[in-house]
Nanobody, 123 residues
């Protein structure tokens, strides 16, 4: 099993910044893609940004130029630096990891989710 623990959410004024962190722990062989998604009240969960172990980052159009995703592979941790926040960024932010874990006979690959961290942008 893999546990994802997010931190860094909170209340910030419009134009402000926040940095989210998500640390993965457990019996992990490797993690391919890590990313962030968000869900505003009454809306579906949408992609914010993803970053594979090796490859190109992918951002939602609404956050390009304002948000930056990064990761520390040695720590199995992914970060989301959010700048120039607007009230439209208010949502619960979820961390996601595509992880490979050991099984009794072989390995398992599946997607894991964190519990979510609230980000509220308001004056």
């Amino acid at each position: 099993q893999v546990q994802l623990v997010e931190s860094g959410g909170g209340l910030v004024q419009p134009g402000g910044s926040l940095r989210l962190s998500c640390a993965a722990s457990g019996s992990i062989i490797s993690i391919n893609n890590m990313g962030w998604y968000r869900q505003a009240p009454g809306k579906q969960r949408d992609l914010v940004a993803t970053l594979p172990t090796e490859g190109i980052t992918n951002y939602a159009d609404s956050v390009k130029g304002r948000f930056t995703i990064s990761r520390d592979n040695a720590k199995n941790t992914v970060y989301l630096q959010m700048n120039s926040l607007t009230p439209e960024d208010t949502a619960v932010y979820y961390c996601n990891a595509d992880a490979i874990t050991p099984r009794l006979m072989g390995v398992s690959r599946r997607s894991y989710w964190g519990q979510g961290t609230q980000v509220t942008v308001s004056s």
